[in-house]
């Protein structure tokens, strides 16, 4: 399938183009506000002096990375601050396609269609493993698809499309799959602070040179505008210790360096949050899920209940996730989801909706309704 | 020679770590400041709604392009706002090498380290044309250069280093080399506002189906490190018009977008800001161009006096422009400068001076000290 040209916004032009009231189920862009800290932050930055304008470092604002180093229990030197997750997945998957010597990425199917986008884009081979029943991406079947031809495996836990949560146990397979095959494991742990589980696991926990870990603020922190997000590399003084040096001269060719009034504020916001707002945010996820769920229950879908993240992937009975289907809902129902085909073929049966609109109940009340 | 890692860094170091006090006249960042709009628009846009801190277009906020539009006289569709004009050369670059046969990138010796980094990077081939006496590019040195093999050729007017503003037969005859070897002309013009010749001429005015025109506001608006640049593509109806599409394409799969309070203050900023802000800094540029040439002459320097830019580039007696030389000025004159090995072998002997320090007269006071 075509990954290159991410269809979202197919569906969400259609979605604003329909005569009627729609639900947008569409977008991950978080709808609640950002800690009072980025805000605080910018207005700081805007009084700077002319030199807090000019570029910041091209592994991004000291502080910042020291405050990521912090957080990650790592040292500052192994982090490069990116242009959002986006920009970290794509350092981190062109480092294990220029350090091992397979063509060939790993994805789970479903799978976020960036990822593949981007593999597609690089000129490396993907090859897709489908995921459980239980939306999980099975250590084994990852070991049994992996060989001497793989660079790079990609994992996402919390996971977008699925909200499989992958537990210490599961991460440290992952790794060793890696490992034993010469490649790069590539942790996206971007939806970290939306674990209802209590299992979420980073992949820098297991200590494996064969893991690059990437994440942003974009979710956590409700500001997908403003790309600041960061990959850690493994340290520098081991077997893979000049990834962080690749990336950031690749960083620094394509992009010189990251826009710092958003790194600026993102820095004051990581000083000034406590996990009250990270909480708040999980709450308020926890509600949506219940309420949507319930609303599945209602219509006879089958679903996997989210462990973590802010995506529900369901199946209607004789309703097949195409993208015809997906414009069915909007003009029938009055509610936008993601057609399942657009990340891949294991869940092209699907739908997936997100949850980051404060109109999931009415969502829920329309899908009753049409559904019943 | 190694342009992968950009040898300015070293210099401003070794500044920073000398015993004495020391003119920067490393950094290119401007050191006055940006256009009160600038300000004003990252105040408003810490008040804007949550949906506000959300991804901009892939493409750019649809306001700033319509602005930069309008700048050119171009339609829209032929704009991909970037991450700074680093990105809008990366993407100028990539499409070139994508659309066109050769292999090869030619480029200006001496040149900005990053282009020849970036080419290299993307493992083109370089062919390097040594500018005239004057500092300028012959069109016909040019011609000379190119074959089929070339992809794309990369011209920067007003240049760094150089100082040279090409005119509009000068670009015309650039274009036509381009479209004689079916190769990209990529014109990077972001020193267009620093034109002191009047006789700079974009690329754009050509209506060449083979230019790009890559910009940005770092310098003209004294914020190299909000990364807001553009490139413009040719016409989507033209031969080459699939260039803007397989550009977003790359930025999207890259970056996702560029960071959206920078673009909000941007386009606050075209709105709100006149051209007495880009006299004014003109005039400020036109006397420290005054001051130091005037010192040059003190010292028996070559050197050409720049048409634009804020760069200068001075050859003193007996006293090439090597790492080793510009670290004895840094220790004996107090002066830091770029060595002229840095851009390349054509002017390896010479140094060039950034005039961004308000610190210019004693800059020019030590160097006439420590050569006369």
């Known amino acids: 399938m075509d990954y290159e040209t991410p269809q979202f916004y197919r569906v969400m032009q259609y979605a604003a183009r329909a ?59 192994r982090i490069v601050v990116t242009n959002g997750a986006g920009e970290a997945n794509h350092l981190a998957m062109t480092g294990g396609l220029d350090q ?11 799978v976020y269609p960036y990822y593949a986008g981007r593999a597609n884009f690089l000129d490396a081979e993907t090859t897709f493993v489908p995921v459980a029943d239980d939306g999980r991406l099975d250590p084994d079947a990852v070991r049994g698809a992996a060989s001497s031809e793989t660079a790079v495996v990609v994992v996402n836990s919390p996971n977008n499309p699925t909200g499989a949560v992958y537990d210490a146990d599961a991460m440290a397979a992952f790794a060793t799959v890696a490992e034993d095959n010469d490649a790069l494991l590539v942790s996206d742990e971007v939806y970290d602070q939306f674990d209802y589980s209590g299992r979420f696991a980073s992949a820098l926990d297991i200590g494996s040179p064969n893991v690059v870990a990437t994440n942003a603020f974009s979710k956590s922190m409700a500001i997908t505008g403003f790309r600041v997000g ?20 690749r960083h620094m060719l394509t992009n010189v360096s990251g826009s710092r009034p958003a790194q600026y504020a993102v820095e004051r916001a990581m000083e000034t949050t406590d996990s009250a707002y990270y909480e708040a945010a999980r709450d308020r996820l926890r509600a949506r899920i219940e309420t949507f769920c319930g609303a599945l229950d209602a219509t006879g879908a089958t679903y996997t209940r989210p ?43 699907w739908l997936r909706f997100s949850l980051t609109t404060p109109r999931v109940e009415t969502a829920a009340e329309r899908l009753v309704e049409y559904f019943r």
């Open 19 to 77: 005569d009627r009231d729609v639900v947008d189920m569409v977008s991950g862009s978080p709808d609640w506000d950002p800690p009072a800290g980025v805000r605080a932050g910018l207005r700081e930055y805007a009084d700077g002096d002319p030199a807090d304008f000019q570029y910041a470092p091209s592994r991004g604002l000291r502080g910042l990375r020291e405050r990521i180093a912090n957080r990650h229990g790592v040292d500052a030197d």
């Open 307 to 349: 462990d973590g993240g802010f995506y529900v992937l369901a199946r209607f009975p004789e309703f097949p996730g195409t993208f015809e289907n997906a414009e069915v809902l909007v003009d029938d129902a009055g509610v936008a989801g993601m057609p399942g085909a657009a990340f891949g073929d294991a869940r092209a049966d």
């Open 230 to 249: 960061y990959a850690v590399f493994p340290p520098t003084d081991g077997p893979t210790g000049e990834l962080v040096d690749r990336a950031t001269t």
């Open 100 to 110: 091992f010597d397979g063509e060939e990425i790993l994805l789970a199917d479903p």
